[in-house]
């Protein structure tokens, strides 16, 4: 199973919308309406931001979004804070497994 | 709360095994699925395997297939992940988490290094 594409790095300025698209397959994102996103600090366990599109777990603030057209996810942060640079992952179930994105470094700049 | 509290740090020969836990607390263990999931340093996460630990039922990742095995002990709350035929690429953080197609709960992570 093939990662996931996220680009690289992507950065943005204090209170700037910043987006990271995830593309896959129509045997994982196309196909199934599972993708999450997690945000991981240096030397932190991932923490979840998204799951299934576009859902934000409690106490995620809602600058952050997400959406799904075709294979390809997107993770949005609006109102960028400095405690938002950090990598970020995204994930999509795909017949009895799962598969992470390469990750994407965010530099607030 | 709920927490995964996971064993320490290994230093491993190659060729050897190791066995990482992760004891669940805060919660009924049998009524979520545990993952595996590692990142070697400086690079991506890279998803393992699953296990039900209600029912013992395992899902593997086609890399890890036949090195692997993830087993739990009901009992203590307790999930464990089993790498055998180590080599230097295994070095890495390996992470359990909480949840089916996404985790919402997290291990701090063991560090596995895997050295001559």
């Known amino acids: 199973q093939s990662a996931l594409t996220q680009p690289a790095s992507v950065s943005g300025s204090p209170g700037q919308s910043i987006t990271i698209s995830c593309t896959g397959t129509?045997?994982?994102?196309?196909?199934?309406?599972?993708v999450s996103w997690y945000q991981q600090h240096p030397g932190k366990a991932p923490k979840l931001m998204i799951y299934?599109?576009?859902n934000r777990p409690s106490g995620v603030p809602d600058r952050f979004s997400g959406s799904k057209s075709g294979n390809t996810a997107s993770l949005t942060i609006s109102g960028l804070q400095a405690e938002d640079e950090a990598d970020y992952y995204c994930?999509?179930?795909?017949?009895?497994?799962?598969?992470f994105g390469g990750g994407t470094k965010l530099t607030v700049l | 709360q709920v927490q995964l509290v996971q064993s320490g740090a290994e230093v491993k020969k190659p060729g050897a095994s190791v066995k990482v836990s992760c004891k669940a607390s805060g919660y009924t263990f049998t009524s979520y699925d545990i993952n595996w999931v590692r990142q070697a340093t400086g690079q991506g996460l890279e998803w393992m395997g699953w296990?039900?630990?209600?029912?013992?039922?395992?899902g593997y990742a086609q890399k890890f297939q036949g090195r692997v095995t993830m087993t739990r002990n009901t009992s203590i709350s307790t999930a464990y992940m089993e790498l055998s035929s180590l080599r230097s690429e295994d070095t890495a953080v390996y992470y359990c988490?909480?949840?089916?197609?996404?985790?919402?709960?997290w291990g701090q992570g063991t560090l596995v290094t895997v050295s001559s």
């Open positions: 299934e599109v576009s």
């Open positions: 994930s999509s179930y795909t017949s009895s497994s799962l598969v």
């Open positions: 296990m039900n630990p209600n029912s013992g039922n395992t």
């Open positions: 129509s045997s994982d994102v196309g196909g199934y309406n599972y």
């Open positions: 988490a909480r949840g089916s197609s996404s985790f919402s709960y």
